[in-house]
């Protein structure tokens, strides 16, 4: 079991929240099924129930984030399911889809790969058919990587909005002061909207105020 400390933690609530994916889906995609069902969950989360209770690491939830986007863009759950198992084994990771690697055109899912000359080239994770990289172009512009493990380090979810496991167990803040945004469009809510009076108290400038404020309504929407 993952120690959650400079991880991440999210329950499937929040998860849902901050990927805009239905709380029941993620459910669906964590948790075991009945041997009626004959399906298997397609995720294990890195955490184990603590009482009953499930929640997810940073990486999870990228994961999630990724197969969301997938889904939304047509790729199948069966294909979505093979090419996560696949990619688990071709990049020796339990984290496939908070690789670097990952690339779709809307269809289907591709990975980057270096020959050994340096080359580099993309093959589609099923077929294994190679593609040119200039026709493709890939949807995590957002989320930045680890130069040595290649998995997802920080989410820049929204403008001056960053989501990183090692500061404030992961919850979204305001990164150039480091605030979390719940706390900063809390403070706005509570002093009847002004952004100045929260500006002064944190001695930051209103625009990073307002820009929690903007994405805890965005969330809330």
Not at 21 to 37: A, G, M, V
Request: aromatic share 10%; net charge neutral.
């Amino acid at each position: 079991m993952t120690m959650i400390l400079n991880h991440g933690v999210y329950g499937f609530t929040e998860a849902a929240r901050l990927t805009g994916l239905k709380r029941s889906r993620i459910r669906e995609w964590f948790s075991l099924r009945t041997p009626e069902q004959n399906h298997k969950p397609i995720f294990a989360a890195e955490y184990a129930p603590v009482e009953g209770n499930r929640a997810i690491s940073f990486l999870d939830l990228i994961d999630v984030f990724v197969a969301g986007q997938l889904r939304e863009q047509g790729v199948s759950l069966q294909t979505l399911r093979k090419v996560y198992q696949r990619m688990r084994v071709g990049l020796a990771t339990e984290h496939p889809f908070s690789r670097r690697e990952l690339l779709s055109d809307g269809k289907k899912v591709f990975m980057r790969w270096a020959d050994e000359e340096g080359r580099q080239f993309l093959e589609e994770v099923l077929s294994r058919c190679r593609a040119f990289p200039d026709l493709l172009l890939p949807f995590l512009e957002k989320i930045a990587y680890d130069e040595v493990s290649r998995l997802a380090k920080r989410w820049r979810i929204a403008d001056l909005v960053v989501i990183d496991p090692t500061i404030c167990f992961g919850k979204p803040i305001v990164e150039p002061v480091g605030i979390p945004t719940a706390i900063l469009a809390a403070a706005y809510d509570a002093n009847e909207q002004d952004a100045g009076i929260v500006a002064d108290w944190y001695n930051i400038q209103k625009r990073y105020v307002m820009a929690a404020v903007e994405f805890e309504q965005r969330l809330a929407a």
